[in-house]
C-alpha cells in the first residue's frame, strides 16, 4: 500500500515492537500529546508499565514521571520532542519513533539518547512508504542507511520486563530538613529491608522520592509509615 501507517496501526506496531525486542528501558517519540496520550493507552492494554511525558503536565507532575523513568520504576516512557528536551536518561536500551519527526536534525536528537559511549542500544523507526522521504534526509544527515525490515517479522517475545524498582513519594523534603541519608537510614535501620534494596533518592523543597526493589515495596512503605524519619511520623505512598 502507499498510505502511511494509519494510527491504529502504529500503535499497533509499537507494542509488538516493544514486544519482539523486549527493551529494559524504552522511550517512544510521539510529534503530538494527543498520539501520546493514544500510545500510552495502547502500551497499557497490553500490560506494559508507561507514563507520558507531555506539555500538558504541570511541574509536579512532570518530575514524578521523570523520577520514575530516571530510576527504572517504569519501562516506557512516551513524550513529545518539547517534553523530552533536555532530557538525559543514562543506560537507555532503545528510543522507538512512533512518528518520524518532519525535521531530520531532531531525529537524530533522540536516537542519540540510546547506545552512548560503550553501551549498545536500539533505534527503532515506523514509517509509512509515504513517509519515507522524511528517512532519506536522516540517512543523508546522518551518513549510513537505516535498516528496513517489514512488521511481519515481529515475534512476541512477551511484554518489556516489569521494571525492577517502585518508587515510594514522601511528603517532605528539603524544606522540611529531610536528606537521602535521613530517608537511606530510616529505611535499613534494625528490622528494615536491606541497603542494597533501596535505590536513587530523589529530594526537591517539598517531597522525597526514593526508588526500592518491587519485592520489597510494600515493606518499605509500611516500614516508613510506622518509624517515620528522624523519629518524626510522614505520609508516603507509592507511585
Excluded at 498510505?3 to 499497533?12: G, S, V
Excluded at 507531555?54 to 509536579?60: M, N, R, T, V
Excluded at 512512533?98 to 527503532?124: I, K
Aim: net charge neutral.
Amino acid at each position: 500500500t502507499d498510505e502511511p501507517l494509519a494510527k491504529d496501526e502504529a500503535l499497533e506496531a509499537a507494542g509488538k515492537l516493544l514486544e519482539h525486542h523486549r527493551p529494559g528501558r524504552a522511550l517512544a517519540f510521539c510529534n503530538t500529546k494527543e498520539s501520546c496520550r493514544s500510545l500510552l493507552e495502547a502500551l497499557r492494554a497490553r500490560s506494559v508499565t508507561a507514563l507520558a511525558l507531555h506539555g500538558d503536565l504541570d511541574q509536579k507532575e512532570r518530575d514524578q514521571v521523570l523520577v520514575q523513568f530516571a530510576n527504572r520504576s517504569v519501562s516506557v516512557l512516551v513524550a513529545t520532542d518539547v517534553a523530552a528536551r533536555g532530557l538525559d536518561i543514562e543506560q537507555l536500551e532503545a528510543v522507538l519513533n512512533v512518528e518520524v519527526s518532519p525535521d531530520a536534525e531532531t531525529h537524530v536528537h533522540r536516537v542519540g539518547r540510546t547506545g552512548r559511549v560503550d553501551q549498545e542500544g536500539l533505534a527503532l523507526n515506523l514509517v509509512g512508504p509515504r513517509e519515507s522521504f522524511r528517512v532519506e534526509r536522516i540517512e543523508a544527515l546522518q551518513g549510513h542507511a537505516c535498516e528496513w525490515r517489514p512488521l511481519t517479522e515481529l515475534k512476541r517475545a512477551g511484554a518489556p520486563p516489569l521494571p525492577p524498582m517502585a518508587t515510594l513519594m514522601i511528603l517532605g523534603g528539603r524544606k522540611e530538613k529531610i536528606r537521602a541519608g535521613d530517608i537511606l537510614g530510616a529505611l535499613t535501620a534494625a528490622g528494615g529491608v536491606n541497603g542494597k534494596q533501596v535505590g536513587k533518592i530523589d529530594i526537591n523543597d517539598h517531597a522525597a522520592y526514593v526508588a526500592v526493589e518491587r519485592s520489597v515495596a510494600q515493606a518499605a512503605l509500611e516500614r516508613l509509615r510506622s518509624a517515620g524519619i528522624k523519629g518524626k511520623s510522614v505520609k508516603v505512598h507509592r507511585l
